[in-house]
């Protein structure tokens, strides 16, 4: 399994949108499950946007503030997610790709102060649990990279910040990647091509990778981020394409990270042998 956190800045990179399209695009594998946890402290999207408050506030965040003063956590959070599967435009839904709704106002977030530990704990050892195999996605927002929260982003196999290459997003991002690599390390970003710098000036003045790229496509974003009407052939547009590739390059990155971390142990003959976690 692997636990991917991202996280943005000001000037509204689109996060929870980027984060979406990574959900319905991942490379899942037979009797695997994706989940897409929103953690951002200042509200969860998806349900007034996405989802156009078709399902209310009954599931998400909020609900597992109690549950994690029981000691219920583990019990509660499959409760709480919400199948997605079927907005990938598959007409049969396999229920592998899941949302952990975000709070509706920022004003819940107050009491989440017991939930953050045990979630990151949960995350890791999600596929320990009697349940299929797990890929989780982590949607920090612009400020959940920091605060109480910030133990998801330190726990992640790995930190991927959502930036646009415009000027203006480039200066906000700048000293928020700096805090972020003192406090958290192993950052990517993700660059959405609004703007006129291409991705090795990005990293250059960023001085951190670019992982992926996607296009600048407000309309196929807004599908995502508002609900709207799906445009003809949707899923194989050019954006959607894009983050099937993105999937895939972050996939493979946070599993080359775990394969570096894994523990080390003496082979038959002596030599040192990586095993996976």
Not at 3 to 16: E, F, K, Q
Not at 71 to 77: M, N, P, V, Y
Not at 189 to 199: N, S, T
Not at 248 to 259: E, F, N, P, Y
Request: glycine share 10%; with cysteine.
């Amino acid at each position: 399994m692997t636990v991917i956190a991202l996280a943005g800045c000001s000037g509204a990179p689109g996060v929870t949108t980027t984060a979406l399209a990574l959900l319905l695009t991942w490379p899942i594998e037979p009797s695997r499950r994706m989940i897409l946890a929103e953690c951002d402290p200042d509200g969860g999207a998806v349900l007034h946007g996405l989802l156009q408050g078709t399902l209310g506030d009954r599931y998400g965040l909020r609900n597992l503030s109690v549950a994690a003063r029981k000691g219920e956590l583990k019990d509660a959070f499959w409760r709480q997610l919400v199948d997605l599967s079927s907005e990938d435009g598959k007409q049969e839904s396999p229920r592998d790709r899941l949302l952990l709704p975000g709070v509706t106002d920022p004003a819940q977030t107050a009491g989440l102060g017991p939930v953050w530990e045990p979630l990151a704990d949960m995350f890791h050892g999600i596929d320990a649990l009697p349940t299929n195999g797990h890929d989780v996605l982590i949607d920090l927002g612009r400020s959940g990279a920091f605060g109480p929260s910030v133990v998801l982003a330190q726990r992640a196999d790995a930190l991927i910040v959502v930036v646009r290459n415009t000027l203006r997003c480039l200066q906000a991002a700048q000293a928020r990647i700096e805090a972020l690599e003192e406090r958290v390390g192993n950052i990517g970003l993700i660059v959405i091509d609004e703007g006129p710098y291409p991705a090795g000036e990005v990293q250059r003045v960023l001085r951190v990778p670019v992982v992926a790229t996607l296009p600048y496509a407000p309309k196929e974003a807004r599908v995502l981020s508002d609900g709207a009407e799906q445009p003809r052939h949707f899923a194989r547009s050019a954006w959607m394409k894009a983050a099937r590739t993105a999937s895939t390059v972050l996939l493979q990155r946070a599993m080359l990270r775990k394969a570096r971390l894994a523990p080390r142990t003496a082979g038959p003959g002596g030599e040192q042998v990586a095993y996976a976690r």
